[in-house]
């Protein structure tokens, strides 16, 4: 279900950003089929072939009104490097990192693919050392940030999260197995055993389901979800033979679905793992509002079970008070 929803999160943000991106070309919000007036400051005569250093003259008023801003002050000076084509055209590079460039123009350069320099086409006016510019075609500028941001969400979920994930959980993984071998799962099932005894009256004490269901309530305490599972699915069969109504499910399975779903975790070994794949400073300091969070889940799970069981529109379908009607 969660892989749906990110589906459907990347389709709907890839159809905004091509939306916005049309609508920009639409609106020639960059201005990229005007020609700018402007006024260069050359360090040496333009030849052409020859690249000149210049500087670049803007009336604030003209491009606050053209890009619609509101900058201050009164003329824009930015250096700017022009190869002159010939005498009178040439191409214009203005460094972003430059000192006085507009926030808009950096944004320009961004949509045109190279955020580091803005592209133009220059005319010179001969003999008035006017000039007028117009910017080179920008892309699609919101469809490739999130193109680029999904590429590199991606590098960062397998090389920095996953591949880590996969050495640490071996290891935890591996230390419980060690535990489960041991006998030390067995141990704490024997310990937990009253309580099952009340939390599930229904299931005889020696039915195969009470051992499974101690089994799976024991490893995941553990953290060793991968024990766990099959001893779940057993104990939901086993729970099965006890069940007069196939068809619904009995308190013992509800109670033993509510403790498995909030599951009391002393050891979260995935959890860790990830804190230890970001960094963390201290990845095993969740241990202990961890215990807290899910012994409060388990006691919630606990405790509706109890008393929705009690409501009478549960109890009417309640499949061992059907059977002993």
């Not at 920008?138 to 050495?167: S, W």
């Not at 389901?209 to 953290?223: Q, R, S, T």
């Not at 086993?238 to 403790?259: H, R, S």
Request: hydrophobic fraction near 50%; charged fraction near 20%; aromatic fraction near 6%.
């Amino acid at each position: 279900m969660l892989n749906y929803v990110w589906m459907a999160l990347m389709a709907i943000s890839v159809l905004v950003a091509a939306g916005k991106d049309l609508q920009s070309k639409l609106t020639d919000k960059y201005r990229e089929k005007q020609e700018i007036p402007i006024q260069f400051v050359m360090a040496e005569p333009a030849a052409a072939g020859k690249a000149v250093a210049a500087t670049l003259h803007m009336p604030v008023a003209d491009f606050n009104q053209l890009y619609a801003q509101n900058l201050s002050g009164d003329t824009l000076r930015c250096a700017v490097q022009v190869f002159m084509l010939d005498e009178n055209r040439g191409r214009m590079t203005l460094a972003t990192a430059g000192e006085g460039v507009p926030e808009f123009w950096k944004v320009i350069a961004k949509a045109q693919g190279h955020p580091a320099e803005m592209r133009a086409e220059v005319r010179l006016i001969p003999g008035s050392g006017q000039a007028s510019f117009r910017i080179e075609k920008t892309g699609f500028e919101k469809l490739a940030a999130i193109t680029e941001a999904a590429f590199n969400f991606a590098k960062i979920a397998v090389m920095d999260i996953a591949l880590p994930l996969i050495g640490i959980m071996a290891l935890w993984l591996g230390i419980m197995k060690i535990a489960e071998q041991a006998g030390i799962i067995r141990l704490l099932a024997a310990a937990i055993a009253p309580i099952t005894r009340r939390l599930f009256p229904e299931v005889p004490t020696d039915h195969p389901a009470m051992g499974a269901m101690v089994l799976n309530i024991a490893a995941n305490w553990l953290g060793l979800s991968n024990a766990a599972t099959p001893f779940g699915l057993k104990a939901m069969e086993e729970l099965q033979t006890l069940n007069p109504k196939k068809d619904t499910a009995t308190n013992a399975m509800v109670m033993f679905l509510g403790i498995n779903t909030a599951s009391i975790t002393l050891i979260p070994a995935t959890i860790i793992g990830l804190r230890v794949a970001m960094k963390s400073a201290n990845p095993a300091e969740i241990i202990g509002t961890t215990i807290f969070a899910s012994v409060c889940a388990t006691i919630t799970a606990v405790i509706a079970v109890k008393l929705l069981g009690k409501l009478p529109v549960f109890r009417k379908d309640d499949p061992s008070l059907s059977s002993e009607a």
